[in-house]
């Protein structure tokens, strides 16, 4: 066995990278970082697929194992992939994928397995930079290496992967892929950061990476095997030309069609007519038709784009299109908003509930519990299409994701605001740019819900053209600008700061200039959707909807909370039972009290109130009679409280028998005039006569 290791340096972390030991079938490494260690395979098949695409998969699974846990429910087995787990096999994907040949069509399975966490130190970033090692070593044509670098702002400091605690204060957090001479992928966001701040964020990652793409070069040296050859197809540079001229006065005219359906109507209908004419001449070559076909319509667009500032729908470079919003344009849901800008419409909804609904995950981190959540849904009526509906796609998870975390840095402090909060945007009509209309619809509907969000949030696609030295930067792009331009580039943010940011590229990478001129063009862009969204609703609603539950909350001492509970939870389910509340409590002594009726709130935190209360002489309670004796009666004034009322204390006269003034069950007014050593009450009815009814404490419920 011949292991071979290469180690680096990263700020104050130490990472190997180790090849020669585990999975040798395949491409393997073993990344460590402190106790974490994660195993990376890389295999691409030999015998390419007909296949118009790279048929690229990556996986990345955390197995409970890594932490020393079983795992959670009836089988105790590992199931379907979590959210967490898809993000980062999107995160492995997204700058691996760019640096395949272009006409590469073998089987490549990328698959990163978690084999020990310590909790400090992350796998999932050192996933990215394993794939990457994984495939420097095989002898796939890939054109690596990159490096996954976290970086968080903490404290105003600047760290290279964080630990998850400094994760969870940090203002900035970002996941950044980096090649030796740029950035190539981007994913993360900030507690309203300026443009300036996040672009000397990005660059401290680029830095960063450096010593891991040195250690990969190193160890590439000492193990790498013979990259196979890999030729593409020749091109008939006569026959194409041929093609592109046939097509050319067809497609420039359909490009200028600035309606998305009509535009594609007819560049399909000018294909259809190009492909025709050479299948009669040329049957065999359908392939080379269709190729040259796609590489003019690219010509056109991007020709359009970078030499006349024109785009497909006839805006500028640095136009967004019309936008339309609608406030609360449904009843029932707790917080709703319709958001449409061009041919991209979200109708995104808010739904606040109590503590019991947010999401609790059994993780290899802990028990994380979700107050906040985003889902986004694209359904395939939204593009005009027909197609199988088989489930949430790797898509809609990221989409969600990033809209979820453009919102999270304005919610409310859970202390201010304790609600679970729920936003669902459906996106009914696309053309680029929906899950940022997911963040403007989320953000609308929240503050329809009258969610008290610091600030109002924004997002914009843009996009980025490159013909050699000429840049063209396009703000709010179509769905065809970004299948046709070199990247997609996605930031959202208050007016003050950015809340995230999301970068795919499938040029070589960004360099700081470029980095910084898109950004203030974003600006630029999100200033101005913002002040449409603030003529609509310019802050949130005073007050949360009339079906949404009341939260009210309270603190009872610690040592309390077990008579609260009661044995076995029977005086905490009595009280739900009683008010039909939802009642959660946490070890802290924090209580929150939840249902549709104030009423019932109030009478639910009076007998919690009651319960903890202890009986203060001087002090005024409303009781109920439990027992008369001879000598006097029982009054109840706290849950399972009572004290005595003598008999010469129920009258400002004498008394003959108890039962002349008041029966068991009779409600009374009572004031506590003594509590002995032995916690013995003594009360008195006729002490209370004329007190203030303001004065009366009910702690009965």
Same mark, same amino acid.
């Given at each position: 066995m011949n292991v071979i290791t290469e180690t680096c340096a990263v700020g104050e972390v130490q990472i190997s990278i180790e090849t020669g030991k585990l999975a040798k079938q395949s491409s393997a490494v073993v990344l460590r970082c402190g106790e974490t260690a994660v195993l990376v395979t890389a295999v691409s098949s030999k015998e390419p697929k007909d296949l118009?695409?790279?048929?690229?998969?990556? @996986?990345?699974?955390?197995?409970? /194992? /890594?932490?020393?846990?079983?795992?959670?429910?009836?089988?105790?087995?590992?199931?379907?992939?979590?959210?967490? @787990?898809?993000?980062?096999?999107?995160?492995?994907?997204?700058?691996?994928?760019?640096?395949?040949?272009?006409?590469? =069509?073998?089987?490549?399975?990328?698959?990163?397995?978690?084999?020990?966490?310590?909790?400090?130190?992350?796998?999932? #970033?050192?996933?990215?930079?394993?794939?990457?090692?994984?495939?420097?070593?095989? %002898? &796939?044509?890939?054109?690596?290496?990159?490096?996954?670098?976290?970086? $968080?702002?903490? !404290?105003?400091?600047?760290?290279?992967?964080?630990?998850?605690? !400094?994760?969870? #204060?940090a203002d900035i957090l970002l996941v950044v892929a980096a090649s030796r001479d740029a950035i190539v992928m981007v994913e993360g966001g900030g507690d309203q950061v300026p443009e300036k701040d996040m672009i000397d964020a990005l660059m401290f990652a680029h830095e960063a990476a450096q010593p891991l793409l040195a250690a990969q070069e190193r160890l590439r040296e000492r193990a790498g095997k013979a990259k196979r050859a890999h030729v593409e197809p020749a091109v008939d540079e006569?026959?194409?030309?041929?093609?592109? /001229?046939?097509?050319? @006065?067809?497609?420039?005219?359909?490009?200028?069609?600035? *309606?998305?359906?009509? =535009?594609?109507?007819?560049?399909?209908? $000018?294909?259809?007519?190009?492909?025709?004419?050479? &299948?009669?001449?040329?049957?065999?070559?359908?392939?080379?038709?269709?190729?040259?076909?796609?590489?003019?319509?690219?010509? #056109?667009?991007?020709?359009?784009?970078?030499?006349?500032?024109? =785009?497909?729908?006839?805006? *500028?470079?640095? %136009?967004?299109?019309?936008?339309? #919003?609608?406030?609360?344009?449904?009843?029932?849901?707790?917080?709703s908003a319709l958001f449409q800008r061009g041919e991209t419409q979200a109708l995104a909804t808010v739904t606040l509930g109590t503590e019991s609904d947010a999401q609790r995950l059994d993780t290899i981190r802990g028990d994380v519990t979700r107050s906040f959540m985003l889902h986004y849904n694209f359904l395939p009526f939204c593009t005009g299409e027909a197609k199988p509906i088989r489930g949430q796609s790797r898509r809609e998870v990221g989409h969600g994701a990033l809209a979820e975390r453009a919102l999270k840095y304005v919610l409310p402090a859970q202390e201010k605001f304790p609600y679970t909060i729920r936003i669902v945007s459906e996106t009914l009509e696309s053309n680029g740019s929906s899950s940022m209309a997911a963040v403007c619809g989320g953000c609308l509907a929240m503050m329809d819900a009258g969610v008290p969000i610091k600030a109002p949030v924004a997002g914009v696609a843009m996009g980025l053209m490159q013909e050699g030295s000429e840049i063209a930067i396009l703000s709010d792009i179509l769905g065809d600008e970004d299948h046709?331009?070199?990247?997609?580039?996605?930031?959202? *943010?208050?007016?003050?700061?950015?809340?995230?940011? !999301?970068?795919?590229?499938?040029?070589?990478?960004?360099?700081? !200039?470029?980095?910084? $001129?898109?950004? @203030?063009? /974003?600006r630029e862009s999100r200033l101005h959707i913002l002040g449409k969204m603030l003529e609509v609703l310019a802050e949130p609603r005073a007050d949360i909807s009339k079906h949404a539950p009341r939260i009210v909350t309270m603190q009872v001492k610690v040592d309390k909370i077990r008579e609260v509970i009661g044995p076995g939870g029977k005086t905490i389910r009595a009280i739900i039972e009683q008010t039909g509340c939802v009642i959660n409590i946490e070890d802290s002594g924090r209580v929150a009290i939840a249902s549709n009726d104030i009423a019932q709130i109030e009478r639910a935190k009076r007998l919690i109130e009651g319960l903890i209360a202890e009986p203060e002489v001087g002090a005024t309670y409303h009781g109920v009679v439990k027992r008369i004796v001879d000598f006097g009666a029982f009054v109840e004034i706290l849950p399972g409280t009572d004290g005595l009322v003598h008999i010469s204390e129920l009258e400002d006269k004498r008394v003959d028998r108890v039962t002349d003034v008041v029966q068991e069950g009779d409600e009374v007014v009572v004031k506590v005039i003594n509590v002995d050593p032995t916690g013995k009450i003594r009360l008195s009815r006729r002490a209370a006569f004329g007190v203030d009814p303001s004065e009366v404490q009910n702690l009965r419920g």
């Open positions: 118009p695409f790279l048929p690229l998969t990556c @996986e990345y699974r955390e197995y409970p /194992a /890594a932490a020393g846990k079983i795992p959670g429910g009836y089988f105790k087995r590992e199931g379907r992939p979590t959210e967490w @787990e898809t993000l980062t096999s999107r995160f492995i994907d997204r700058p691996i994928r760019p640096l395949f040949p272009k006409g590469y =069509r073998s089987d490549t399975q990328v698959i990163a397995t978690v084999l020990s966490h310590d909790k400090v130190h992350e796998p999932d #970033i050192l996933a990215i930079t394993g794939a990457s090692a994984a495939l420097h070593l095989s %002898d &796939a044509p890939w054109a690596g290496p990159i490096a996954g670098v976290r970086v $968080a702002r903490v !404290q105003g400091k600047l760290v290279a992967f964080p630990s998850w605690d !400094q994760m969870k #204060i006569a026959f194409r030309a041929e093609v592109m /001229a046939a097509a050319e @006065e067809d497609l420039r005219a359909a490009f200028s069609i600035t *309606g998305k359906h009509e =535009r594609r109507d007819a560049i399909a209908a $000018a294909n259809k007519k190009v492909i025709e004419r050479f &299948a009669a001449s040329h049957p065999e070559r359908g392939a080379e038709v269709l190729a040259a076909l796609g590489k003019l319509e690219k010509k #056109i667009v991007r020709s359009r784009v970078i030499k006349e500032g024109r =785009r497909l729908d006839g805006r *500028g470079t640095r %136009d967004v299109r019309p936008i339309y #919003i609608e406030a609360h344009p449904f009843p029932r849901p707790h917080g046709l331009g070199d990247m997609d580039f996605k930031v959202t *943010g208050t007016k003050t700061g950015i809340t995230a940011l !999301q970068m795919d590229i499938k040029i070589e990478g960004l360099n700081r !200039q470029v980095l910084e $001129a898109a950004l @203030e063009q /974003a």
